[in-house]
Every structure is written in C-alpha cells, then in structure tokens.
C-alpha cells in the first residue's frame, strides 16, 4: 500500500532553544501560523538529538515539511535527520526554520525573517533554494563517526571556545556576551597545533594553527564572519586558516572575524574545493554546527544542493 503523504507541516520546536524561548515562545508562533491558515501538525523535542528521531518519524509518516523551532544545533539534528531517513531523496523535503536559538547563525545567510509573523508568511509563501551541505569524518574513542553539515566546523581554537561556552549554557548562563567572554578565557591557556591540510587532493598547508574552519555558510558563534566569501550553493566548501598567533595579535584584530575583513589579517589563509582533509598533532577536537563532536583526523566532503530550504523571497 503506497505511503499517504500528509500537506501540512511538522513542527518540531526545541523547548530549550533560546535559554527556554523556543518553549515560551511557542504559543505565539502557533497562534500566528493557525491565523495564516496554515495546517500543521506540533512536537516538542525532550532530549539530545531527539530533534533526529523526531524528523525520521514524520517523513516515515508522511510529512514532507518541516519546520523547526529553536537554533543552530536543532538545525544540525533535523538536516541530520532528513538525510538518515530511507524513504525519499533529501531533496524532496522542504525545511524551514523559525528562529528561537541563541546564536542562529545558519539563519544568518538567508535573511530568514527574525520577528515570528514574518518568519510564519515565509511558510506561507514557501520560496525555497537547494543548498550545499558537507559531509563530515571525525573520530571518537577511535571509532569513526560520520555527520552532515548544514552551516560551518570549526577546530582548534574555535572547538575549545565551543566547548566552553556550551558548558556554560549547560550551567544556565545567560546573555550576548556569552560567547565573547568565552573566547578570552580560552585564549588565556591555548596554544597552537599542527595542522595538515589537504584540499581535492593537493597540499595546502603543514604547520602550527591557532583555528580552521571549513563550511558552506559564513557566519559561526553567534555571528563571527570567519568565511564571507562563501556561497551556500556554489558546489564548494570554503575553509579559513588562521596561522599561529600570540594573544595580543588575536585581540587587536578581533572585530575582523565579524565585520566580514578577516582576509585582510596578514596570518588568514583562505582556499575552496570540494574535498579536505586534515590531520593534526596532537588532536584537535571539532564542533560542527555549533555542536561539540570528535576529534581529528577530519574529512570534509561536498553534498551539493542537497536540502531544500525555505528562504527569504530576496535569494
């Protein structure tokens, strides 16, 4: 008996996104999707990586859309889950997000609406794009593990800052500055790894990193521009290495990781392909999607075009 594919939405909302907003929030969105006439149908996550589970089971059931409530890290779970499921191609669902996360970064790129009612006609409207997505090897207790990327990976420094400020936000810490304060603290203990980098098969560079990332999107923790030559559906992953670096040069050029110039920092290196790969000594952790993961080595490959999208109508 063929599978009855449902019209509506599933609406998976994160209900500690945003430090609770996407919970408290909620009543509002629904309300204003309900007035925009939209059919929709709603569950909430209750753990980690329940957003996956939860994208899995509606497309098994029928839905081929949906929306998520919440932030970069339920964007990561739902893409995750769009490409674990076996019963259509990635392409054939269409994915929106309302923005109720702290940083929203992969939000960022589209120019996704940031007031609920606007965010809800662009549900309405559906104008969608294809874009890239990478596909990330990493290592865990030296078993090899594999996840999809929606936006941006960073290691090194980048991983460490990610870890703590996760730790934090754990602990229910609050506030914009969070991430920021993060980051010094960080850099009071860090110091450089090596770094091998290999791009479609060529050597790129061997030598001491202070941070790489590698992404299709530009924009990572909470809004830093670490890579705005990017394109999400050129059919290339960007990667920016920062070279090693003392403390004093990190903070008198730190405004260049958000006002888009971090090219122009004599220690950044910048480069496209379609494959990477890099080793380091000694390991490095990574987080990708704003979700700490493994460890070195890493392997970055290129799925194009392989998630619709749902975007502003100006892309």
């Not at 059931?61 to 490409?83: L, M, S």
């Not at 202070?210 to 923790?221: D, I, L, P």
């Not at 394109?231 to 990667?239: K, N």
Request: charged content about 20%.
């Amino acid at each position: 008996m063929d599978k009855v594919i449902k019209n509506g939405w599933m609406v998976i909302v994160n209900p500690k996104a945003g430090i609770g907003r996407g919970l408290k929030d909620w009543p509002t969105i629904s309300n204003q999707m309900n007035h925009s006439g939209l059919d929709f149908t709603c569950v909430f996550t209750e753990h980690k990586y329940h957003a996956v589970e939860l994208t899995v089971k509606a497309i098994n059931d029928g839905y081929r859309k949906i929306v998520a409530i919440g932030g970069d890290g339920t964007v990561h779970e739902v893409v995750n889950g769009i490409f674990i499921q076996q019963q259509v191609p990635t392409v054939d669902i269409s994915f929106a997000v309302i923005p109720a996360g702290t940083g929203n970064d992969w939000m960022r790129m589209f120019g996704i609406p940031k007031t609920y009612s606007d965010a809800v006609q662009s549900l309405v409207v559906e104008h969608t794009i294809l874009q890239d997505v990478g596909l990330i090897s990493y290592y865990e207790t030296q078993i090899k593990h594999q996840r999809y990327m929606a936006n941006v990976a960073g290691m090194g420094f980048d991983a460490m800052v990610n870890r703590r400020f996760n730790r934090l936000k754990d602990e229910g810490r609050i506030g914009k500055r969070l991430y920021i304060s993060s980051t010094i603290k960080e850099l009071l203990g860090y110091r450089s790894k090596r770094f091998k980098v290999t791009i479609d098969g060529q050597a790129f560079y061997d030598n001491a990193v202070f941070s790489a990332t590698v992404g299709v999107g530009k924009y990572n923790g909470g809004g830093m521009n670490q890579m705005p030559n990017a394109v999400i559906d050129d059919g290339l992953l960007d990667i920016t290495v920062i070279k090693r670096v003392n403390k004093f040069s990190v903070l008198r050029h730190f405004r260049k990781l958000y006002n888009g110039k971090v090219y122009s920092y004599s220690k950044v290196l910048a480069a496209q392909g379609k494959h990477i790969i890099i080793e380091t000594w000694p390991e490095s952790p990574i987080e990708i999607d704003g979700e700490a993961l493994g460890y070195s080595t890493f392997t970055f490959e290129l799925v194009p075009k392989s998630i619709k999208v749902v975007v502003s109508r100006k892309l």
